[in-house]
């Protein structure tokens, strides 16, 4: 039962363009929320994140964007470089057992082409 | 400082076959999480720790996986015997007590069981 879904495996966006990497989850208890970003060869790295008390958390290039009714976040990158390219994680952090846990997305390629 | 050190990188193996993960955790940090990535999906939480305490361990196969934090610093993850589905990214992570959002991945090691 995947929790938290990313539905685009993959996404190609031109330099200088906006890039949007969408992310939903089924659990209404899940109430913090964070974007990884992965280089191949190399471990997930934080990125931003919101928590469900916000709709909106911006960082520099990076918003992100919280719809709570619809179990809904996306991440926009603004304006769009080909450093970026790098696959996205979503991740909603949930409280189990007494300890917090990540439960992660499948992950979405973004390809920014210069 | 020094991040979340991993080895070995890469790793072949045949099914039934054992094979053991090295990590070594940003120094100072209390807490040391082990997680499997198998390609297409995201990071998925095998085991926790606190210092050397078990924390999580509800996603750890332990029939055939096992992991010690001896000295509450460095980490082994053992798989004994392998399966070919044990073929994945095998990445450890750190934070600092109580930081649970502030974790530091390092690079992972691929595991390939043919």
């Known amino acids: 039962d995947q929790q938290v879904k990313q539905n685009s495996p993959s996404l190609s966006v031109q330099e200088g363009r906006i890039s949007i990497l969408n992310c939903d989850y089924t659990n209404s208890m899940f109430d913090y929320f964070l974007w990884y970003k992965k280089y191949p060869a190399e471990g997930p790295t934080f990125l931003i994140s919101?928590?469900?008390?916000?709709d909106k958390n911006e960082d520099g290039r990076f918003t992100v964007f919280l719809n709570k009714s619809a179990k809904h976040l996306s991440l926009h990158i603004v304006p769009s470089q080909p450093g970026d390219s790098a696959v996205y994680f979503c991740?909603?952090?949930?409280?189990?057992?007494?300890?917090?846990?990540?439960?992660f997305g499948t992950g979405t390629r973004l390809k920014v082409l210069a | 400082e020094a991040g979340v050190a991993q080895s070995p990188r890469y790793k072949i193996i045949e099914k039934r076959q054992s094979v053991a993960f090295w990590c070594n955790p940003i120094s100072g940090h209390a807490t040391l999480y082990w997680y499997q990535q198998i390609l297409g999906q995201g990071p998925k939480l095998l085991i926790q720790?606190?210092?050397?305490?078990?924390?999580?361990d509800s996603q750890l196969p332990k029939d055939r996986f096992s992991a010690e934090r001896l000295k509450g610093v460095d980490s082994t993850l053992k798989i004994q015997p392998a399966k070919l589905e044990d073929s994945a990214v095998y990445l450890c992570?750190?934070?600092?007590?109580?930081?649970?959002?502030?974790?530091?991945f390092g690079p992972g090691t691929r595991l390939t069981v043919t």
């Open positions: 991740a909603a952090e949930t409280y189990t057992s007494g300890t917090y846990k990540y439960i």
């Open positions: 720790f606190q210092n050397n305490g078990v924390v999580d």
């Open positions: 919101i928590s469900s008390i916000k």
């Open positions: 992570a750190s934070s600092r007590m109580g930081e649970f959002n502030e974790q530091y």
